[in-house]
């Protein structure tokens, strides 16, 4: 070693921020998903009262679960191994601190504004717009700390976990920005620049990713640097880190449209979210795999290490989770699964099992060592194991049991399949209370466990005092620069290009072209394979070079997360509206139809309501016919959903009166009886908010929805005329409702699902039915 | 970490860089995994050829279509013998049809009717009409009933219920309906 020897301190005075505000989140964000799930089953618990209804509130539980804990957890293990695996302080105290207040900030600006309807209506996107550019801002901050911090490193080479922190930042960086591109229409409110089948491609192109590169590629970095710490053994296999980092951080982005299957997205896009999905599944099994045979000579410490038993749990956890994904992304399971509880299951397997319990075992790891002590109480912590585990099998087990009873309820028939066997809707409800309240009590248990884990961590920090690590190094000269033509002009990376080129050309080629690129696949394969048989070692020298630097491995990484995203995205966005919209257009909403599709958003309604009716006869026997994609062509947000805790309204306009509508806003159980649904009063006594309505159909005419031009005064003298009118129609059936009223908006956007579309022929289509001779 | 190669079953010694402290393995990829990864793509190879490029695979739609086909016939196959006002009369004084139709009334109508049947005439914050007093807003005859409740009045709220319920359950609450009326002379 020559260079210079240096002490450094690290600053752990952040990772100690971080960490109590990860405990405190995570304590904020379960406490509401107990409360909402409650909700379900007593829908007292929404109070009447606007900000405290499940609508509102489930946007606050995602977003404070995923955000505020797991992301204050996700920068405390990043900026705490980080430090240390490149054996430098973090670069600037400054952005440290503007990071943490700022995303402290963020997140307290998102506990305020969700539950006052402030919302974009995209889940995990609901935040409104000046929030996004402050998200985008801080997470910008992070980056530069970090990779300034990557710049100043004294250890040259980048460790498996530094690869998935990068993974991490560049991809949630690019997938948020995207989805959260809009146009304001005021302060506090916007459209998304995306509409209908566009919107759900990108919205879960961004949901399906912030699981990948928010909720499993950090947490992945953080097993790889914390779990050989905690039990003293080396990581099983360097081979298979390199090997399904590539292929996680490759493949994950492509496998988002299986959050579509079956709705009226391309069939094209369906087929490759399921079969990414299905390839996903060892990639994913290889950060399992080091993660458990890491352990192998070392599992006694799972007897006597609390956070050994919660690192092994999560990363069992992550196995189950990653096997039951690619499960229920096959077209024909995710028919059942799909908008029913399997799929809140899942997500709590992972989000309970893997993220909640690694964190457990991070904080358990770590506050010792931050505060130079002993963990207070390694029974309590033990305690806490036992009660976390029981509780996550009693949520994941009652959805497993409560998602597939409904799903097949909902597609039971019955006299020789003419009609549905179950056609009240509330029935099957009824038939999953008993698992909705088993959930409660799973949930609950694991919340019992994490005040249990707080008090631990809050007993353990009074015990000792505030250290910051230090570590002796030696300034090393930097690695010789790896150019751009060593990056690229390669084995490893040629191969990888090819087989991706011509993959593609094969999937989407016409006749020759698909022909041709399938034998260069097959050629290009096979050589890679030989070649890498004889000359390994050389390509293992790339790699390690690759690694000594970082700015061509971050490049690298950019190129396998964007290539996803670009097949999939760019062909549907940027096509003439005519070759998407197959038979069907939308009419754009009238004023107040526009009105109450946003009193719809803000009251959260896509939480437990779809707007998407599948191609199966039981969905056509119940809702109506299927989806068409034109039909939501010019919805900004789309709102398909992706849950049905009440039935689809894809087609409810028509199907009952103006007075039905009134009395079950005002009270679901006064003509559903057995409901869950929380009331909205409310929206009888309140004043449609109308004085942004020129902006926001000023707004929708940016985005492309054909709205003729009308002045200020024509908005309102045509919403009034369609307000009164309805108002009208309900005084004859003796209700008596102002036509300003919120209501009178809502009911005109709910008669109106359906029904605002005409059929419609692609001009070139129509071109070819002129010309066409009739032999 | 004391010379932790003499623990690995395999024999492969750590690679000589440390992180941290943090040693690795160079273990060869388990041969199942790979396997696993192998199926996968050879399984996506083949259901991209069979569905997007043979155009052997139907589509949902087209599955979709074979199915409603089916139900269809289905449907006339198990269509309840031709009923007229007469048939429906007489169903509404047969005690077991009556009581069938109770039970689809009470699971599907009472929400807007109520369980009287007085609808608007017992409450005004019903949403439907009475069924028992001498006034037919659409129709009064037995056939007329039937249709009324199969087809709907979309523009009045009153939903169709044909497809939900099927012919039976129909015929059945429509002579529970009857069932509160008296039979004109003759039936």
Redesign the interface.
Known sequence: MSGQKVTIEFNDRIVRMFLIASIFWGAVGMLAGVFIAAQLNFHILNFDMPWLTFGRLRPLHTNASIFAFVGNMMFAGIYHSTQRLTKARLASDFLSNLHFWGWQLIIVAAAITLPLGFSRGKEYAELIWPINIAVALIWVVFAINFFWTLARRNEKSLYVAIWFYIATIITVAMLYIVNHLSIPTGLLHSYPIFGGVQDALVQWWYGHNAVAFFLTTPILGIMYYYLPKAVERPVYSYRLSVVHFWLLVFIYIWAGPHHLLHTALPDWLQSLGMLFSLMLWAPSWGGMLNGLLTLRGAWDKLRTEPEVKFFVAGVTFYGMATFEGPLLSIKSVNALSHYTDWTIGHVHGGSLGWNAFMAAGLFYWLAPRLWNTKLYSKAAANMHFWLGLFGILLYVASMWVSGPTQGLMLSATAENGTILKYPNFVETLTAIRPMMLTRVLGGALFLTGWFMLAWNIFMTIRSGRAVNGAMEVYQEAPAPAMGLKRTFIDAPFLYSAGIVVFGCAWAFGSDWVSVLSLILLVVVSISAFVHLQVSGASWGEWYEQLLENSLPFTLLVTIAVFVGGVVQIVPLVTVEQDQVVEDRIQIPYTPLELVGRDIYIREGCYNCHSQQIRPFVAEVMRYGDYSRLGESIYDHPYQWGSKRTGPDLARVGGKYNHAWHVRHLENPRSTSEGSNMPAYPWLLTDKAGIDDLPAKIRVQRILGVPYPEMSDEEIYAQYRQQAEKIAGELQGMDIYVEPDREIIALIAYLQGLGKKWEPYAPAAAQAAEKTEVVP | ?AN?SE???SGIP??P?T????????????NW??F??YI??A??IV??FY???SGVGA???E??AV??Q??EE??K??AVGDLDDAKLWAMSRDDAVVAAGREVFE??CV??HLASLRG?EES??A?GPSLVDSEWIHGGNPMDIRNTVSNGV??????AWG????D??VAEVVAYILSHHDAPAGN
């Open positions: 970490m932790p623990n690995n079953p750590v690679r860089h992180y941290d402290g943090i040693q690795e393995y160079d273990n060869r990829l388990p995994w790979l696993t990864l996968t793509i399984f996506s259901y991209w569905y997007h490029i589509t949902d739609e599955k979709l199915a409603l089916q139900v289905a449907r196959a198990s699971t599907n929400a807007c608007k005004p914050a949403i979309l523009e009045k709220g009153m939903p497809t939900v319920l099927g039976q359950k």
